[in-house]
């Protein structure tokens, strides 16, 4: 959930840091007023194949996976293929765990399933719907429902 939003995202351990498109910050700052982006002090991120980023701010907001609540900061990007994905950051900072031999994300004192594939984070619960391999040092566009 972001912001009390049940919402769908990415748990990508590549991702050095945590990204929303701009379109679900426009979402998220319509239902919440006064969401508002901060600067990033001339941030510069790039995909995996090497393609800048367009970074247009920085918003901190609750965030809440499987049973841990927190605020989050998370870079707004333009023309982000995901709305929103939960970087090695987050990973790191609130020490998740990814088990995929019992295909499930722990974080805080609870976990939460993850199905094979494509990650949605809706209703506390982290789902992957299907499996996709990214060759090293490649990005690969991908469809979602």
Known sequence: MLCSMPICALVDTGASVSLM?????????????????????????????????????????????????TECEIYVVYRLTEDFIIGLDFVQHHQCRICYKDKILEAGSSSTPLLDGKVTLQRNEVYIVEDLIVPASTEVWCSYH
């Open 21 to 69: 498109s701009k379109t679900l910050f426009d979402k998220v700052s319509s239902e919440n007023p006064g969401t508002t982006l901060g600067p990033t002090l001339d941030t510069q991120l790039t995909t995996a194949s090497g393609t800048a980023l367009q970074v247009l701010g920085l918003v901190t907001l609750s965030v809440q996976v499987a049973g841990l609540i």
